[in-house]
């Protein structure tokens, strides 16, 4: 049984640009989770999204970011004209129901520059 | 909402001594306290976790204690290893439901 999986591992790009953060869930499990690491930070919430719906997205900043998981494929972390502050590493984890332990991928190291 | 205080931020201790890390959270609501390790480069692994209806749990080398009046929890790890070094981290669960708060983490470093 495959863990969560992130892709891409790393991720560069320049000011302006728009980067695309990809997290398949373990398998069976329907609860997806975004979370924003910063260097030698804890874990920030971003955004709890189930199929179709999303649950809580108050750690999102208000503007430039946006997050999916539709019914078929992967959930998608979209920035949008990113800047040098979105560096970070961005965790997705996956639970089978709310009440369940949260399970983690590696991550996606985005570097801005 | 939930804030989560985790202390200490860096502990070194010699291979075969004890590590202890605190945690103290807000929401009396929440009921569920995972403790997470994460590696260089890798993302953070469960490993232990406690409900509000529990005390203390134990699993070899490790165990997680729980206060619910004081609100804090601890994690214990006992015959420490080089293999311990890591970051780690309290999480308790959000009172609506689903998302974790995390503390701000403790680095762990067992010298031989």
């Known amino acids: 049984n495959a863990g969560v999986m992130q892709n891409p591992r790393h991720l560069v790009r320049r000011r302006g640009q728009e980067a695309r953060l990809r997290c398949s869930p373990m398998?069976?499990?329907?609860?997806v989770y975004w979370y924003r690491q910063l260097p030698e930070e804890g874990l920030k919430f971003m955004v709890y999204?189930?199929?179709?719906?999303?649950?809580?997205e108050s750690g999102m900043p208000k503007e430039r970011f946006s997050a999916e998981f539709p019914k078929e494929g992967p959930s998608i972390l979209r920035i949008q004209q990113v800047v040098r502050g979105d560096s970070a590493a961005y965790f997705c984890?996956?639970?089978?129901?709310?009440?369940?332990?949260?399970?983690f991928g590696n991550g996606t190291r985005l570097t801005v520059t | 909402g939930e804030n989560v205080e985790q202390h200490p931020s860096t502990l070194s201790v010699q291979e075969g001594d004890s590590a202890v890390i605190k945690c103290t959270y807000s929401?009396?609501?929440?009921?569920?306290f995972p403790w997470y390790k994460q590696e260089l480069g890798k993302g953070p692994q469960l490993i232990i976790d406690i409900r509000s209806n529990v005390g203390e749990k134990k699993d070899q080398r490790i165990a997680v204690t729980l206060n619910k009046t004081a609100k804090h929890f601890s994690l214990h790890i006992t015959e420490t290893q080089p293999e311990d070094s890591a970051v780690y981290f309290c999480?308790?669960?959000?009172?609506?439901?689903?998302?974790?708060?995390f503390g701000q983490g403790t680095e762990l470093s067992v010298k031989p």
């Open positions: 984890a996956s639970s089978p129901g709310s009440d369940s332990p949260l399970h």
């Open positions: 929401d009396s609501a929440s009921n569920y």
């Open positions: 999204l189930q199929k179709e719906n999303i649950i809580d």
């Open positions: 999480a308790a669960s959000d009172n609506q439901g689903g998302k974790l708060i």
């Open positions: 398998k069976g499990h329907s609860h």
